[in-house]
């Protein structure tokens, strides 16, 4: 039978189909089904609606979740050249609304909304194989996947809303007992994530194929130990080695890595994209290039988000896991709920932000390779400037607050003094001089112009990481990364830079550029 289903590549492919979005010359799956059935077609395959999905397609464009309209050719062609996807049915579309009682919609009744979350139902009547794909993370969604990092308000505690949702619409399809052969469940992202629980808690499911999908929390892995024991080697993970979202919490099942490729302008976002795995050979052939494991980098973060995060408590691990998705958001996506750093603070109080950045930095003294992990990353995929004004907008917000003289701030004051000055540079008369403004709002003018407000001020403020470094200018850092590294590319200097002269990150892209011209000489 192992013979007769679906490879990885072609459950990976239908999987892209779920992605399809109403967008410019691009149509949705449900748009296309909702149209057959106003011509009184009921018997709607794959061919059918790649045949429907696209026309005038800009090549560089980007139709969401950065597949571009030449990404989309690419898939659309494969599927097209592939004799059996084209002849698979589609029986069920299901839109997941966010504000709205959920549906499911058929050939003839299709009433999925064109901004929830979209799964569907795929046959192969020769092999009786079903596949069951669920499309990744809506931007409503996105939370929920770090809102599985710990208790939930779940009736067991452990599952989400979605999850939930999920593993409802899949029991009522009814699949065993339709008859079908196998049940392949898969999904990307938050849907790997899933079609994983949906293999832990329904035994009908022969087979679950994961890309980039998150695992599941300790309370979790905990409360279903019996199911995740007997079910468990039905389920393989497939994910692409810089990918950020299969880090998260446990894993389950046997797992493979993967080359990523096509990073776009979403850079760090792309590696976490549906196609990303892919390239084509010369007949438009999908292939998949496997790899030993996760890029180094990644590991160092993993053992950040799943080793941390065991030191809090419950309570603690909610907010914080909720307070770090927020970053994430910001940094990856220009249209995230939170847009500026005052307004995170905002929401989660300068009190638990203080406290959130004091941990944090004692944490990266305790594991100083954690620095160079993200510092690789963030300029890998060339969101390190971005990261980097966020973090400071954070600390210029929460500053003044380290210098007001109330109990509940002062007890963290020390040791966040000792921290942010091994980390952050900035210059002290614009500095002390912003700061001091910031605090004539709540204080007299001889508070301010105290001289041991002006000495607390410095404590916290002044970087002396590199102090003992010679000064260089950028052109000099750069001919002599050049010198000393002359078989590197451009990226693998940055990430030198980015070791050698932490103090100096908010440089990076004007480095970027000194080496870009050095090596074009």
Known sequence: ??????????????ENL???????????????VENYAADGKEDVSVGDIVAKIAENLVDDADYGSHITGKDWENILQAIEKDPVLKEMKVVAVYGDPAKAENETSTPS???????GAISAVFVNEKSGEAVVAFRGTVGYEWKDNFLGGTKTAAADGVSTEYQEKALAWYRSLNLEEAGYETITVTGHSKGGNKAKYI????????RCISFDGQGFSDEFVAEYEEEIGKRAYKITNHNVEYDFVNLLLNDI???????????????????HCPNTFF????????HMHPVADRAEEMKVLDEFLNGYLRTLSPEEKAKKISFIAEIADMVMYEDAETKTAEELIN?????????FVLSLLGYLRMHPEMIEAVTSVLVEFEVLDKTVMIVEEILFIIGPQMCKPIKE????????????????????????????QQLSEEFSFEQIEDSRTTRRIKNVFMDVWDSTIPPKSLQNIAEELMMQNPDKNISELMKIFAKTYPSKKRQSRHVFNILSKLLER
Do not use: C
């Open 199 to 206: 293999t832990i808690m329904d035994e009908s499911v022969d």
């Open 18 to 32: 779920t992605y399809l979005l109403d967008n410019g010359g691009l149509r949705s799956l449900e748009t296309i």
């Open 347 to 355: 929401k989660y109080g300068v009190l638990f932000v203080a406290e």
């Open 109 to 115: 009744e299709p009433k999925a909304d064109k901004e």
């Open 253 to 271: 099942g046997k797992t493979k890595y993967y080359r990523g490729y096509d990073y776009g302008e979403g850079k760090l976002a792309e590696a």
């Open 1 to 14: 039978m192992e013979d007769n289903l679906l490879t990885t590549e072609q459950v990976l492919l239908l």
């Open 279 to 286: 390239t084509y050979d010369e007949e438009g052939k999908p």
């Open 409 to 436: 701030v002062q007890k963290y004051f020390d040791e966040f003094a000792s921290n942010v000055s091994e980390i952050y540079e900035y210059d002290e008369s614009h500095y002390i001089k912003w700061v001091k």
